[in-house]
């Protein structure tokens, strides 16, 4: 056939027209609709939570009359703070949350130091020490007790044989003082550190303050929003810190674990899944259920402390010991006794809650 440009154009603009024409079509069978957020999964929608689609979202229906799930929110109960950690102080000050909501928060002052349990132990001084001379470590999502076989097995434990933490007596080599402590949480530690257990005493923190801004009412919003993985970038307004637990101990970022590892020391938790150091004070990366806690009557997991957007953050497990099912992205869940709530993840995780669905403080 004897080329021609203008039948290879009409014949292109006809594949075009059709496409466009098939596009309309679609949109003639698939009209915008308006659907309703379905958080308690009642299969009503909240009518002050929508947003349009052509296909019904996850979550979401086209009902809008569940007046519950609108009305059940649950505000933050200050005195769980002051009655768990005599300590504490408790305010209420003006903020501005990240949606804008201008409104009231409790300020929270914490001295980081818990009344409810003991600090430490963290690490253990010789090889035959059983658990109750060490904390606990997080590794693929368990928690391991670290007792002197913990330490004495390092190596075949990470399966790199540079781990050596203890000498002929088996003795471990422990930081012993607060510039030990320092030095070896460093993120570039000299090698004069490695195969340290690292360990910051209760002592080294006696002028610790800190304090957390939340709202006193929970602002439910549309969409989650993740954690910042570090302390925050330039210009990010979004918080790092998971929450705080009833008796004023933070609920941290991930302990960078990587790090810690990859300058061959342990930086261990206590049994309560916290440690310290001198910047922070003591602070938790797990939940193993030791904190004040507020057991619930209908046999639903105890209350242990609140996220920074004001919703409450409940343990793992029930009165039965089952797992919360059917939690959203960020674990949380709604119910009609405590609105939406954070169900904490299980202590091997190094993580409490996944992101935050209420508005959080601007600071
Ligand atoms: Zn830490
Ligand atoms: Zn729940």
Redesign the pocket.
């Known amino acids: 056939m004897k080329y021609n440009p203008s039948l290879f154009f009409c014949l292109g603009m006809v594949v075009i027209l059709t496409a466009f024409s098939a596009c309309n079509d679609d949109d003639d069978v698939c009209p915008t609709l308006t659907w309703f957020q379905d958080a308690d999964g009642d299969g009503l929608g909240n009518p002050d939570v929508s947003l349009t689609a052509c296909e019904q979202p996850d979550g979401y229906v086209a009902d809008n009359t569940d007046t519950d799930e609108s009305g059940t929110v649950i505000p933050v109960d200050a005195a769980y703070f002051t009655t768990a950690n005599a300590n504490i102080t408790v305010t209420t000050v003006a903020c501005t949350l990240s949606d804008g909501t201008n409104t009231q928060c409790y300020q929270i002052v914490s001295n980081s130091a818990p009344t409810d349990h003991e600090m430490g132990p963290w690490c253990p001084d010789n090889i035959a020490d059983d658990a109750s001379a060490g904390g606990i470590w997080l590794e693929g999502g368990v928690a391991y007790d670290v007792d002197g076989e913990f330490i004495e097995n390092l190596a075949s434990f990470y399966n790199d044989n540079t781990w050596q933490m203890y000498d002929a007596n088996g003795d471990i080599f422990v930081t012993e003082t607060e510039d030990d402590c320092i030095n070896a949480a460093n993120p570039n530690v000299g090698d004069a550190y490695r195969n340290f257990c690292v360990e910051c005493l209760p002592s080294y923190i006696t002028d610790i303050s800190t304090t957390f801004l939340i709202p006193v009412t929970p602002v439910l919003q549309s969409n989650a929003v993740f954690f910042a993985t570090g302390p925050g970038g330039p210009g990010s307004t979004v918080p790092s810190t998971r929450g705080v637990a009833l008796n004023g101990v933070e609920f941290s970022a991930p302990a960078p674990v990587n790090n810690i590892l990859s300058a061959y020391t342990l930086a261990p938790f206590d049994d309560a899944g916290g440690h310290i150091n001198v910047n922070q004070g003591y602070h938790y990366h797990a939940a193993t259920g030791l904190s004040y806690s507020i057991a619930q009557p209908d046999g639903?997991?105890p209350l242990i402390g609140y996220a920074m957007d004001g919703h409450a953050i409940?343990d793992l497990l029930d009165a039965n010991g089952n797992e919360?099912t059917g939690l959203d992205d960020c674990r949380g869940?709604t119910?009609d006794v405590?609105g939406y709530?954070y169900?904490v993840d299980a202590a091997g995780a190094n993580n409490f809650i996944n992101c935050l669905q209420g508005a959080y403080v601007i600071n």
């Open positions: 639903h997991a409940y919360a869940q119910d405590r709530h169900h």
